[in-house]
Every structure is written in structure tokens, then in C-alpha cells.
T-cell receptor, first 114, second 109 residues
Framework: NAGVTQTPKFQVLKTGQSMTLQCAQD?????MYWYRQDPGMGLRLIYY???????DKGEVPNGYNVSRLNKREFSLRLESAAPSQTSVYFC?????????????FGSGTQLSVL | ELKVEQNPLFLSMQEGKNYTIYCNYS?????LYWYRQDPGKSLESLFV?????AVKQEGRLMASLDTKARLSTLHITAAVHDLSATYFC?????????FGAGTILRVKS
């Protein structure tokens, strides 16, 4: 059971370059999320998708765009990367319909912007 | 805006000792989660607490929730080296979870 799969695991970009982080889940979850993790700051929500066809901004959406391609896939795009976007990015999913809702996380993408 | 504060942020403890990590939050919520993260790894769900007075235990870890005090605790009993990790609490807020900064736990022999 793969769970939540993120690609790539590592990426180095130059300032101004663009890239897309891919995320897919095979648990038939309705909701998907993108977080970034910075030292000493916990995880901060970038964007989320409560259900297929919807997306909403989180705490730190500036500089990012997302696409909920279908129920399985939720991508995060950096149109013009900046050094401030150097971080570890996690995709997560959950089934809003479950009483004991919890997030299932991918393995993370370590992004460096030079 | 919901704020989630954990303390301590760093905890170094001897094997066999007991300690408690605290998670305070600023806005009413009845959903609180604890996660564990090993260095360089992803987050793993430990506990889901969904009501006032909820208590859950798994091995040497026990989590509780007091929604009136807006406080959750993660108690560690007789710590062992394998518990060394970073522990995050997260509070449910609408469709989102807001995470604390994390507590880095190091258990020394």
C-alpha cells in the first residue's frame, strides 16, 4: 500500500526557475494538503483541497499555485522560485468523512533555491 | 487566528525518566493530534483526540486533551532511546490543521 507519494525527493533550483511538485494518494481520500516545514516553525499550510475540484489558500500561499487534477493527485507549482522558498515540502491527505480523521503524509521534498 | 504553542521546544532526558510536553492553543477546538517525526523522515500520526477529557495511550506515550483549558499534554513514561524524535501537536481549525513548532526530544543513555 503506497499511501501518499511525492516526487521529486530532492530539487535544486536557481532563482526565477519554475517547477511542479507532484503528489498522489491511493487511499481514496477526499482532502489533500501542501505544507512547508522550516526549522523551528513547525509545518505551515500552503494550500489545501477539501474535495476534488476545490482548492483554498492556507497560511502561506504567496508564490505558489496548486492544481487538484483528480481525486488522487494534487500538485504544487512554483512559478518563479525565490530563496525564501527553500524548505521541505510535505503533501498530505485525509478522509474528511472519517470520525477519527488524521493526516497521512508523503515522504517530503527537499527544495533548495539558490 | 489560531496559535499553537508547544513547550519545551527542546528536551534532553535520561533513559528511565518521565516527562511531559505541553501544547497550548488560542481558539476553541475539539480536535487535537500528535505526530512524531524522525530526522529526515516524514510525519507519523500518534494520537487523535476528539473530545474534552480524551486520553489515549500507546506504549510509553500518553496523550490527553482539556478543551476548556485549551491544553493537551504528551506524557512520556520511563523514556527509552527509541523515543528520540520531534513531536508535533496540531489543532483542528475548520478544514485545516495548525501545527505547533515541535518539541525535539533526545533521550540519553
Amino acid at each position: 500500500n503506497a499511501g501518499v507519494t511525492q516526487t521529486p525527493k530532492f530539487q535544486v533550483l536557481k532563482t526565477g526557475q519554475s517547477m511542479t511538485l507532484q503528489c498522489a494518494q491511493d487511499m481514496n481520500h477526499n482532502s489533500m494538503y501542501w505544507y512547508r516545514q522550516d526549522p523551528g516553525m513547525g509545518l505551515r499550510l500552503i494550500y489545501y483541497s477539501a474535495s476534488e475540484g476545490t482548492t483554498d489558500k492556507g497560511e502561506v500561499p504567496n508564490g505558489y499555485n496548486v492544481s487538484r487534477l483528480n481525486k488522487r493527485e494534487f500538485s504544487l507549482r512554483l512559478e518563479s522560485a525565490a530563496p525564501s522558498q527553500t524548505s521541505v515540502y510535505f503533501c498530505a491527505s485525509s478522509d474528511r468523512g472519517q470520525f477519527n480523521e488524521k493526516l497521512f503524509f508523503g515522504s517530503g521534498t527537499q527544495l533548495s533555491v539558490l | 487566528e489560531l496559535k499553537v504553542e508547544q513547550n519545551p521546544l527542546f528536551l534532553s532526558m535520561q533513559e528511565g525518566k518521565n516527562y511531559t510536553i505541553y501544547c497550548n492553543y488560542s481558539t476553541t477546538s475539539d480536535r487535537l493530534y500528535w505526530y512524531r517525526q524522525d530526522p529526515g523522515k516524514s510525519l507519523e500520526s500518534l494520537f487523535v483526540l476528539l473530545s474534552n477529557g480524551a486520553v489515549k495511550q500507546e506504549g510509553r506515550l500518553m496523550a490527553s486533551l482539556d478543551t476548556k483549558a485549551r491544553l493537551s499534554t504528551l506524557h512520556i513514561t520511563a523514556a527509552v532511546h527509541d523515543l528520540s524524535a520531534t513531536y508535533f501537536c496540531a489543532v483542528g481549525y475548520g478544514n485545516k490543521l495548525v501545527f505547533g513548532a515541535g518539541t525535539i526530544l533526545r533521550v540519553k543513555s
